[in-house]
């Protein structure tokens, strides 16, 4: 199974673009990379998911290296709304789909 | 469509009572999750499911029980409540077609007392 490893924080200011990377070294072949954003009280909700390159939504890009043993999330001008902790998972057929979250990323965005 | 349903919202139990947490989707998603979350903490894998009549332990399987005998259904046990169990229970499910893309439950918030 892949762990995942993140930083345990980061800060930033409004308007700045933040990345959020994550470490994955034994990803398998047929491993997805998804990130989730949590609130607290809530579940985690779902931003992004890729395999390969590149890979960006209305939110969030995805950056995949071509190894794929690391991830960066990148949020576009952060807003104070986007304060929350986001999580990589990392899982697929290979680890016959047991998806274990890793500690996940405390971001806080400053006014 | 409901997506991920879970009861009951909260629950205080008693140190040795049992209850069953329940889960049910409408989305014919095969494969079901169950997580915990303890206060500031991350979620830790309990039990999942690929399919009805197939389920596996996950990270901190002890001290609970699943059973899926439906795809829509997916309920968790507790035996024996221990204060150790007092947490928020997460329900969630996804696709063979996009793995890793779970849609939660609004959880349950468990108190053993």
């Known amino acids: 199974l892949a762990k995942t490893t993140q930083p345990i924080s980061m800060d930033s200011y409004e308007g700045q673009e933040v990345n959020i990377t994550c470490s994955h070294n034994n990803i398998a072949t047929n491993d997805y990379i998804t990130w989730y954003q949590q609130f607290p009280s809530q579940g985690p909700r779902f931003i992004i998911q890729g395999y390969k390159t590149k890979v960006t939504n209305e939110v969030a890009s995805l950056f995949i290296p071509a190894d794929r043993k690391s991830s960066t999330l990148s949020l576009p001008r952060v807003s104070l709304s986007d304060t929350a902790v986001y999580y990589c998972?990392?899982?697929?057929?290979?680890?016959?789909?047991?998806?274990?979250f890793g500690s996940g990323t405390r971001l806080l965005v400053r006014p | 469509n409901a997506g991920v349903t879970q009861t009951p919202k909260f629950r205080i139990l008693k140190i040795g009572q049992s209850m069953t947490l329940q889960c049910t989707q409408d989305m014919n998603h095969n494969y079901m999750y169950w997580y915990r979350q303890d206060p500031g903490m991350g979620l830790k894998l309990i039990y999942y499911s690929v399919g009805a009549g197939i389920t596996d332990k996950g990270e901190v399987p002890n001290g609970y029980n699943v059973s899926r005998s439906t795809t829509e259904d997916f309920p968790l046990r507790l035996e024996l409540a221990a204060p150790s169990q007092t947490s928020v229970y997460f329900c969630a499910s996804s696709t063979p077609r996009q793995v890793g893309e779970l849609f939660f439950g609004e959880g349950s918030r468990l108190t053993v007392l």
């Open positions: 998972l990392v899982g697929g057929e290979d680890s016959s789909y047991k998806l274990i």
